[in-house]
């Protein structure tokens, strides 16, 4: 009979703890997301761009699922329009930016209701004449502050970032750290005489010499060289990351073998998510 009690207490414990789990599922699938992201890349012609956004959408996913948002991606830039955008709170551009009327309308109009927005790398290049020509002055004389691209070192090497750790997306973060290899940008405007532009990391002395040539000029021995920052206008922050290394020796062969990557970087991809979750409302 005591056995009998025992194992009736035993099997109502289990079915308790079973209801509790179960209970506890739901309620997390049930959670309501913090925020939603997303977006909008073309991974076409450079690999180490498509390397970068390859390794981009499933981080990020992953991230989603762990920080408890929502990530969507799209390649279908007509997108960018208002209707589209109203479901979200967080727009990223991976690689390029629009080149539409009407996407770069509703984009702006976008930020300047309260948007928030992360972009990497050649999100900001612009370079006249070119294919993607300098003819947006809002977006890179005013939201970037940067103005047109300038120059870069080559090949894709790592840095070590001199960190403002007194702004809330930086603020968890060591003074310095090393970065993944990068191909770094030089811009127009000198950032720090911009009021509006807050630069969170720079590229630190140590790096220097930055680069490997073979051109002298790819290869940077002094010099301030902001690498991400915001505009205090607007919820936003530009990031230069997002060119991966690749086996360029055989570039003919047609391998895309990629040498380095951006998420692999602990305290970089730790960089990446606070800020996230900062645009996003959330330390």
Known sequence: MLILTRLAKATNLFF?????????TVSAQNKKPKFKVIAFYTAQEDKAHISFVHEANPWFAKMATKYNFVYDSTKNWDNLNPEFLKNYQVVLFLDTRPD???????????????????????????????????????????????????SNIWRPSPAVMDIDNKFGATK???KTFHTAPNEWYRWEHDLRQNPDIRILASIDSASFPLGTGPKQSEIWHSGFYPAV??????????????????????KYDNTDKTLSYTFANEMESKMILDALMWLGGRD
Not at 127 to 136: E, H, I, R, V
């Open 100 to 150: 539409v009327p009407a996407q770069r309308e509703a984009f702006e109009k976008y930020m300047k209701n309260g948007g928030a927005w992360m972009g990497f790398h050649f999100a900001a290049f612009a370079l006249t004449p070119s294919k993607f020509n300098q003819d947006w002055d809002w977006y890179h004389n005013e939201f970037l502050g940067s103005g047109q691209y300038v």
């Open 172 to 174: 968890h973060l060591p």
């Open 229 to 250: 920052w915001t505009n205090t206008k607007y919820r936003m922050i530009y990031m230069n990351m997002g060119h991966n290394d690749m086996d360029y020796e055989h």
């Open 16 to 24: 308790i703890c079973l209801l509790l789990t179960a209970a506890s």
